[in-house]
């Protein structure tokens, strides 16, 4: 007989007595992202929180890109798909016979949809790269139905990566949102997915359940019948609640686990391989961050070894160039071209500080902290969620250092949410942030200097830096208008010197991929022994539901 994880009813996170119809089923729990309470929104395009719910397991993507094995990629509500020859258009082969929740048939139809309805509310962040005229940026010029099954997605150039883009996109349903006038503010309280999970049940401000799709196409091996998402506010939160059995999969950064985790239990496991780089982001549209001389200063006021090994308790990965990413794509990395840029990298306050002064930035006001060159006061904030222990102490340690070389920036931790909610209004200084992982860097620094999300009202949290870098724009265009990967290579080298000559983000180092799970209830765990695709489970690793629906319950 299959385990139940609702047998452990008497645990803290689930708190009320569970029926004898309940027992019967098997419950995954994970906590995908941090909240104070839980709030009815299943929004899959929300991203203050409920996309990390809904995306992927409620909502499905085209296609899911396996970024660890890109030979190995995962079909969605794409069975294929084909490049033209001319590289001008990409063009889907639905699955037939797909439905929605609620009965109703998943077609071509509902793409086209998502894609107009995206376009005429553009502050709903679906993500599609509109062309824009312009800006004169941008890819997509339209989208055709073939028939009921098939889609055709239009370029304004020739673009053999324009599918890493519209892959990712998950399709609406036209029947239910065609009606929706304010999407952005929607809260879908009546969720329709194609996804294996998207019954809601037992809200509560302390959790909820997303239980099984009835119309799945693939219910017959799907062995988890709900997933419990409890309201943990910080990564201490979260790791504590796994390391005591109240967790099967988490996804947060941990101190010291060979001590404070994995002996509690045999069944407590954790596998940290690199991941996604993490940056500064600078909001260089305003002083002091529109001055290069000011931004390389602080990349070398950085004491990364601190960080490295205290901040992030030696649990992160270094990067060697300041170029925006760490050595996730070292197979792309030109170190003859990028070695003379190594120094930014490099703790040196003194250095730091003679730039500054050379630059006039200096103490004019004799409070004991340096001015912007016009004499107006230098005083910036820096913003990480509160709970994050990792990116905190990161922060706090950057803070000291500025500190140390005169420069006034503080730290602030709004919630997570807030946090997240803030990112497209503009209205910052400083961030931390990760970047984009894909099976190619063309998409982590299209992410970076596309354009289109620059503007306030549609910012992202990987161009929060809004310099427009020409040069970069134009070699992005010339990767994706080949498919010859050596003048790719050629352009992506390019692309990570003027990272570094520009510094508009500042490279800090790679953090792991935070990946934490019990053995307790499941098997089947991916591992370093069987990594056949990403582990973690936030929201943009779309692998994860192929993680999810591969776990077996333990028998007992």
């Keep these: 007989m299959s385990r139940t994880l609702m047998m452990l009813a008497g645990a803290a996170l689930l708190g009320t007595a569970l029926t004898t119809a309940a027992q019967a089923e098997v419950i995954i729990r994970l906590a995908p992202v941090h909240t104070d309470a839980m709030v009815e929104n299943y929004n899959p395009y929300n991203y203050s929180g409920p996309q990390a719910y809904v995306q992927d397991f409620a909502y499905e993507p085209l296609w899911i890109y396996n970024v660890w094995h890109p030979d190995a990629d995962f079909p969605g509500l794409a069975t ?33 949809f998502t894609y107009n ?50 892959g990712s996109i998950f399709p609406l349903p036209e029947h239910i949102w065609k009606d929706v006038a304010d999407p952005k503010n929607f809260a879908n309280p009546n969720l329709v997915g194609t996804g294996p999970f998207t019954q809601v049940r037992d809200f509560s401000r302390n959790s909820f359940k997303l239980c099984r799709n009835p ?91 601190t960080l490295l090994d205290i901040a992030t308790f030696g649990l992160t990965s270094p990067a060697k160039y300041p170029i925006g990413e760490g050595m996730f794509y070292k197979d792309w990395i030109d170190d003859a071209a990028l070695e003379p840029y190594a120094y930014l990298l490099n703790y040196d306050p003194d250095a730091a500080k003679k730039v500054l002064d050379d630059a006039g930035f200096v103490d004019k ?3 004991g902290w340096r001015d912007n060159p016009d004499g107006t006061p230098i005083a910036f ?75 306030p009202g549609t910012l992202n949290e990987q161009s929060m830096h809004q310099m427009r870098i020409p040069g970069i724009e134009a070699d992005l265009d010339a990767i994706s208008g080949t498919a010859d990967v050596a003048v790719q290579k050629a352009k992506v080298t390019d692309i990570m010197k003027q990272v570094a000559e520009n510094l508009p983000v500042i490279t800090l180092f790679s953090n792991p991929a935070w990946y934490e799970y019990s053995t307790r209830n499941f098997t089947g765990w991916p591992d370093a022994d069987n990594a056949w695709a990403r582990p973690n489970n936030p929201a943009g690793v779309h692998e994860r539901v192929k993680v999810l629906l591969s776990l077996k319950p333990k028998a007992q």
């Design 215 to 305: 119309n799945y196409r693939e219910n017959a091996t799907n062995t988890i019948d709900c997933i419990e998402y409890p309201q943990l506010s910080d990564n201490l939160q979260v790791i504590a609640a796994i390391t005591n059995g109240d967790l099967d999969w988490a996804t947060d950064g941990i101190t010291d686990p060979d001590i404070t985790y994995t002996p509690k239990s045999p069944d407590n496991h954790y596998w940290l391989p690199a991941d996604a780089g993490t940056n500064l982001q600078l909001n260089t549209t305003k002083a002091p961050f529109n001055n290069l001389e000011f931004r390389k200063a602080m990349s070398m006021a950085i004491d990364r070894e």
């Design 80 to 112: 294929s798909f084909d490049i033209a020859p001319d590289l001008m258009s990409v063009t889907y082969h639905l699955r037939e016979g797909e439905k929605w929740s609620d009965g109703q048939p998943f077609t071509a139809d509902d793409v086209v």
């Design 381 to 455: 904030k820096m913003a990480v969620p509160s709970g994050w222990d990792d990116w905190v102490n990161s922060v706090q340690t950057i803070s000291e250092n500025l500190a140390d070389i005169g420069v006034n920036a503080k730290m602030e931790t709004p919630e997570e949410g807030a946090w997240f909610e803030n990112i497209p209004t503009g209205n910052f200084d400083v961030y931390i942030m990760w970047t984009n992982l894909s099976s190619t860097p063309w998409f982590t620094y299209h992410s970076m200097f596309n354009p289109r999300t620059m503007t």
């Design 117 to 166: 309805y995206a376009k005429e509310h553009r502050d709903y962040p679906v993500g599609f790269d509109f062309y824009d005229e312009a800006q004169q940026s941008g890819i997509l010029t339209g989208v055709e139905k073939i028939d009921d099954h098939t889609v055709k997605f239009l370029l304004q150039h020739p673009d053999s990566l324009a599918h890493l883009n519209i």
């Design 365 to 367: 006001d004799g409070d």
